[in-house]
């Protein structure tokens, strides 16, 4: 790994969503203008920066610098100082008024913004309640910054930053230190080991509901990654039981109070059996329900008549030959509007493979029937 530190000059591409950057940065130590690329949120134009990577070529742009992590410093000149107040980051200030400020106080501009604010009316067009703004915003800009630096010491990727941001705002440090916890709501494929242990260290009982709870929640997200959208009551309480080392009574008051606050669906099926979804992903599976039974019970729009005879023109244009059972896939889709073909395309002349097709408005529409026969949803 190399560190390189140096002032952002311009900004070439930014994600909205991941602050995924490309920017130029003039590098102090190589007396030159490098482009980076990496995860940069709250940086702008004329932010100073410390940043940890490595070189590597890119096939069309060239020699870039791949950022790992990195960290916002003051700017070391009163010229590069200067251009960060100017940069439109802080509320107030503009290049005319930056460079009053900079000339007015030199060395000590950093200073008299955090700690003597007042000072900044004596400038010309500054007003005593804009010098507060001023100072305001100067410190809140860099507040946002921290937590950037925080959330680094628990290796959550710098790409997770703004989102957390934009969701907690300017308290989001003393939000998560008073509940991790709420991180797993923030951030996919966190680690929870490491959240839980966060919690635990800063005082959180092990057997606290929002402990509880998070637990629950995350096992829950854990089985979207394996393709299921909800997961036996059974399983589920056994898999938090082990996950917290915690009592299974405790696992059972958090799914009732999630259920009750309405952020988990207990779904009792024809068989007994209990199946718990997110939220969220119960309302989508409903919703694809929905849309198959609607689109079932509409009229068939696409049906082509005779299509045996269709069948064979493409047979011989093409001069291949179907198989029956490609020929029966061929013919269910054609009479109706729903139908599910599993089995891998290689299989077929091995007829690995089965053809679906049923009046779905038979079934239970809150049933979706991509996940109906499964163990773990």
Known sequence: MEELSGEVLGIIYQNEVNSYTIAEMYVDELEKIETIVGYLPFINEGDNLKVIGRFVEHKQYGEQFKIETFEKIMPKTLDSLERYLSNGNIKGVGPATAKKIVEKFGENTVDTIKYAPEELAKVKGITKSKAIEISESFIEAWEVWQIVVFLDKFNIGIENAKRIFDKLGITAITQIEENPYILIDLVRGIDFRQIDKMALDIGIDESSLKRITSGIKYALIQ?????????????????????????????????????????IVIEERDDGLEWIYLESFYNTEL?????????????????????????????????????EKQKEAIEAINEHNVTIITGGPRNWKNNNYKIYYRNISKTKQKNCACCSNRESG
């Open 223 to 263: 089985t979207t990654y394996n393709g299921h959208a909800c997961v036996l009551l059974q399983n589920l309480e056994e898999y938090v039981v082990n996950l917290l080392d915690v009592n299974i009574d405790f696992v059972e008051d958090g799914i009732i109070n999630l259920k009750a606050k309405g952020e």
């Open 287 to 323: 919703a694809i329900s929905n849309r198959l039974v609607k689109l079932d019970n509409s009229k068939n729009m696409k049906k082509i008549k005779g299509i045996d005879e269709e069948i064979q023109k493409v047979e011989k244009t093409n001069i291949i030959e179907l198989s």
